[in-house]
């Protein structure tokens, strides 16, 4: 029985083989044919389809405008919230490679929000290849607040490596406020809006258009993720000038106009600072050596005085270290020299010697106030010679005066010296 199982299927295979072995191409190429129509079948025939999970994907946001429109804003970002998304597509065979994260779009619809608080938005998704069929999350939870605008001024400062002896000056800023709008309580933290202008190696005059800060009260940064600006950057205007350090004239023609008290006169004037430095063309700084103040008037005055004044600036400086200075105006008589009497005293002669000198008309030059000198030279000097510790004898002494009594005055003898003899008197009658 086994033998004629075995010979029966001896005679199969081999029938199949013949069979096969027959017209073999034909039957290749049928089977070629065979495949490519099912392919063709199945790729043109849209009821076929098959699922795809698409992983990692990050909505956006929609209609913001609306939100806006409807007084509410985000209290928070929604960035996290929106990472990481998952769709799940019905995708024909025929497009099931071309199907990606490239080609589907998932929005969360803000247009449907109408009141503060948490909130649950569903999200939506759309793709380019085949059909949804779900999303996951389905939807997100948010919170929202009241919406609010305010405006803020603009200010601005130079930042990065600055050159020496030039000036820098932000001259223009477009536009001077904005209109900051989003959640309010983020807007209301609002003080100011700051932008840096960088300046390395600049050294003309330049616009440009910068991005700004926003700053709170404490001049700490607050971050834009929520906000809105009515202008996305600012324009601005940098001046860049060359700078040089001038002194001040001192020149009492320069400094000081009319004419004191009679009798009196500006002996001296100092001021403070004594120099400035200013911003201007290179050209105009080689050309200029000292600066001059507007003139202080001094008619009619007899005493010291100091008074603020402005510097004389020239149109064409761009800037100037401080344009007022204090000026100290030294006011004091009129200096005379004039001869007066010498009225002699000797003074510390001893007791038991008598004293005698050569006659001769002495004077002394007075210099000093007028007034003062008139009055000496009306009454003479008093002058003393000092005999003191000396015995008999002939002697050369200088002529002295106390110097407290001609304070501010400087006298010169003439003759400078007295002769002066010494006899002892004992024994005489």
Same mark, same amino acid.
């Given at each position: 029985?086994?033998?004629?199982?075995?010979?029966?299927?001896?005679?199969?295979?081999?029938?199949?083989?013949?069979?096969?072995?027959?017209?073999?191409?034909?039957?290749?190429? &049928?089977?070629?044919?065979?495949?490519?129509?099912?392919?063709?079948?199945?790729?043109?025939?849209?009821?076929?389809?098959?699922?795809?999970?698409?992983?990692?994907?990050?909505?956006?946001?929609?209609?913001?405008?609306?939100?806006?429109?409807?007084?509410?804003?985000?209290?928070?970002?929604? &960035?996290?919230?929106?990472?990481?998304?998952?769709?799940?597509?019905?995708?024909?065979?025929? &497009?099931?490679?071309?199907?990606?994260?490239?080609?589907?779009?998932?929005?969360?619809?803000?247009?449907?929000?109408?009141?503060?608080?948490?909130?649950?938005?569903?999200?939506?998704?759309?793709?380019?290849?085949?059909? *949804?069929?779900?999303?996951?999350?389905? &939807?997100?939870?948010?919170?929202?607040?009241?919406?609010?605008?305010?405006?803020?001024?603009?200010?601005?400062? *130079?930042?990065?490596?600055?050159?020496?002896?030039?000036?820098?000056?932000?001259?223009?800023?477009?536009?001077?406020?904005?209109?900051?709008?989003?959640?309010?309580?983020?807007?209301?933290?609002?003080?100011?809006?700051?932008?840096?202008?960088?300046?390395?190696?600049?050294?003309? %005059?330049?616009?440009?258009?910068?991005?700004?800060?926003?700053?709170?009260?404490?001049?700490?940064?607050?971050?834009?993720?929520?906000?809105?600006?009515?202008?996305?950057?600012?324009?601005?205007?940098?001046?860049?000038?060359?700078?040089?350090?001038?002194?001040?004239?001192?020149?009492?023609?320069?400094?000081?106009?009319?004419?004191?008290?009679?009798?009196?006169?500006?002996?001296?004037?100092?001021?403070?600072?004594?120099? *400035?430095?200013?911003?201007?063309?290179?050209?105009?700084?080689?050309?200029?050596?000292?600066?001059?103040?507007?003139?202080?008037?001094?008619?009619?005055?007899?005493?010291?005085?100091?008074?603020?004044?402005?510097?004389?600036?020239?149109?064409?400086?761009?800037?100037?270290?401080?344009?007022? *200075?204090?000026?100290?105006?030294?006011?004091?008589?009129?200096?005379?020299?004039?001869?007066?009497?010498?009225?002699?005293?000797?003074?510390?002669?001893?007791?038991?010697?008598?004293?005698?000198?050569?006659?001769?008309?002495?004077?002394?030059?007075?210099?000093?106030?007028? %007034?003062?000198?008139?009055?000496?030279?009306?009454?003479?000097?008093?002058?003393?010679?000092?005999?003191?510790?000396?015995?008999?004898?002939?002697?050369?002494?200088?002529?002295?005066?106390?110097?407290?009594?001609?304070?501010?005055?400087?006298?010169?003898?003439?003759?400078?010296?007295?002769?002066?003899?010494?006899?002892?008197?004992?024994?005489?009658?």
């Amino acid at each position: 029985m086994k033998d004629k199982i075995l010979t029966l299927l001896k005679r199969f295979f081999r029938a199949i083989w013949g069979s096969l072995s027959h017209n073999l191409g034909l039957k290749l190429l &049928s089977l070629l044919l065979a495949i490519l129509l099912w392919s063709y079948v199945v790729s043109s025939n849209p009821s076929i389809t098959r699922t795809k999970d698409i992983n990692g994907l990050t909505a956006y946001l929609t209609n913001e405008s609306t939100l806006n429109a409807n007084r509410l804003a985000l209290s928070e970002d929604p &960035s996290e919230a929106l990472e990481n998304i998952s769709v799940r597509l019905e995708v024909p065979q025929s &497009s099931y490679a071309l199907a990606s994260a490239e080609n589907v779009q998932i929005t969360l619809d803000l247009s449907s929000v109408r009141s503060a608080g948490t909130q649950e938005v569903a999200l939506s998704a759309t793709t380019t290849y085949g059909r *949804v069929l779900k999303i996951l999350p389905e &939807s997100v939870t948010l919170e929202f607040e009241a919406y609010d605008s305010r405006s803020v001024p603009v200010n601005a400062s *130079v930042t990065g490596e600055q050159m020496e002896n030039t000036w820098y000056n932000i001259n223009r800023l477009n536009p001077e406020e904005l209109v900051i709008s989003g959640p309010s309580s983020v807007v209301q933290t609002i003080a100011s809006a700051y932008v840096y202008v960088d300046v390395t190696g600049r050294d003309t %005059s330049y616009v440009t258009a910068a991005r700004f800060a926003l700053l709170d009260y404490n001049g700490e940064e607050v971050p834009q993720t929520l906000l809105s600006s009515s202008s996305s950057s600012v324009t601005v205007g940098v001046d860049v000038y060359p700078t040089k350090e001038l002194p001040i004239s001192t020149d009492i023609e320069d400094v000081v106009q009319g004419t004191p008290a009679e009798g009196y006169e500006v002996t001296s004037v100092t001021i403070q600072p004594e120099a *400035v430095t200013v911003a201007a063309d290179q050209e105009l700084l080689d050309n200029l050596t000292e600066l001059l103040i507007q003139p202080v008037d001094v008619s009619g005055l007899s005493q010291t005085f100091s008074q603020r004044t402005r510097i004389a600036t020239l149109t064409d400086f761009q800037d100037i270290s401080t344009e007022q *200075v204090y000026v100290t105006v030294a006011i004091e008589e009129i200096q005379q020299s004039a001869w007066a009497e010498v009225n002699l005293t000797f003074v510390n002669i001893p007791d038991d010697m008598s004293c005698t000198f050569t006659s001769a008309d002495f004077r002394a030059l007075i210099t000093g106030p007028a %007034s003062r000198v008139q009055a000496l030279v009306e009454s003479g000097v008093e002058a003393v010679v000092d005999v003191s510790g000396l015995s008999a004898g002939e002697y050369t002494l200088p002529i002295t005066v106390d110097a407290e009594l001609y304070p501010g005055l400087t006298l010169e003898f003439e003759p400078a010296d007295v002769e002066v003899h010494l006899d002892a008197t004992s024994g005489m009658e």
